[in-house]
C-alpha cells in the first residue's frame, strides 16, 4: 500500500518555462514534507520542505504547495532550467513509535529542454 | 554545511566476502539512517540511529549489520550477500529522530554483488 503516490513518471518542459510536479499522501499522521532531487548515482539532494501547518513555502525558484484537505501537494520550479533534469522525490515525514520516519514516493523524472 | 561522506564510492564483492561501508557527518546530527535504493525506485529505510543506539531495523536479513562506534560515525558490515543485494546504498543524518528535521543523503556506496 502507497502512502505517498507520484502518479507521473515523467515530465518535459521546455526551458524558462513552469515545472509542476505533484504527489498525493494517504496518511493523514503524516506532518512535515520534503522534496529531494536526485542525479543517477547519486544520493537525493534536499531542495525544499513544507510544514503541515503551511500551506506555502518558497525558496528562490522553487515554491511547495500543500493542500492538506486534499492530500495533495505540487513543487514548482519556474524558470526551470536544463540543469533541472533530474528525478524529483516526495517524502512524507511521521512518527513511528519514538522514530521519524521518511516515506518516499516513487519519483518523478524532469526533463527541461533547451 | 550539510555533508554526509561515504566510502567507498564503489564495491564489487563476491558472495562469500566481507566488507564494510563507512558514513560519516560532522554536523553534529544524532539521528542516522541506512537506505538502499534499486534502479528507478525510491530509497528503502533498512536501520535508523538515534544517539548511537539502533532504534529502528526494517527486518533487513543478518547478512546486513550495522555498527555506530560514535555519533559522527555509521558502518554497514556486509557478509554473505547475494547478488539481489546490488544496490545504491544511501547514508542520512538528521538533527533528531523526533521533530521535524530534514535528512540530509550522503552520495550513496554503489554496491555490486557477484
Known amino acids: 500500500d502507497q502512502q505517498v503516490k507520484q502518479n507521473s513518471p515523467s515530465l518535459s518542459v521546455q526551458e524558462g518555462r513552469i515545472s509542476i510536479l505533484n504527489c498525493d499522501y494517504t496518511n493523514s499522521m503524516f506532518d512535515y514534507f520534503l522534496w529531494y532531487k536526485k542525479y543517477p548515482a547519486e544520493g537525493p539532494t534536499f531542495l525544499i520542505s513544507?510544514?503541515?501547518?503551511?500551506d506555502k513555502n518558497e525558496d528562490g525558484r522553487f515554491t511547495v504547495f500543500l493542500n492538506k484537505s486534499a492530500k495533495h501537494l505540487s513543487l514548482h520550479i519556474v524558470p526551470s532550467q536544463p540543469g533541472d533534469s533530474a528525478v524529483y522525490f516526495c517524502?512524507?515525514?511521521?512518527?513511528?513509535?519514538?522514530?521519524?520516519?521518511?516515506?518516499f514516493g516513487s519519483g518523478t523524472q524532469l526533463t527541461v529542454l533547451p | 554545511d550539510t555533508e554526509v561522506t561515504q566510502t567507498p564510492k564503489h564495491l564489487v564483492m563476491g558472495m562469500t566476502n566481507k566488507k564494510s561501508l563507512k558514513c560519516e557527518q560532522h554536523?553534529?546530527?544524532?539521528?542516522m539512517y541506512w537506505y538502499k535504493q534499486k534502479a528507478k525506485k525510491p530509497p528503502e529505510l533498512m536501520f535508523v540511529y538515534s544517539y548511537e543506539k539502533l532504534s529502528i531495523n526494517e527486518s533487513v536479513p543478518s547478512r546486513f549489520s550495522p555498527e555506530c562506534p560514535n555519533s559522527s560515525l555509521l558502518n554497514l558490515h556486509l557478509h554473505a550477500l547475494q547478488p539481489e543485494d546490488s544496490a545504491l546504498y544511501l547514508c542520512?543524518?538528521?538533527?533528531?529522530?523526533?521533530?521535524?528535521?530534514?535528512?540530509?543523503f550522503g552520495p550513496g556506496t554503489r554496491l555490486t554483488v557477484l
Open positions: 542520512a543524518s538528521s538533527r533528531r529522530v523526533g521533530g521535524t528535521d530534514t535528512q540530509y
Open positions: 554536523m553534529g546530527h544524532r539521528a
Open positions: 513544507i510544514s503541515s501547518i503551511k
Open positions: 517524502a512524507a515525514s511521521g512518527l513511528s513509535g519514538s522514530a521519524r520516519q521518511l516515506t
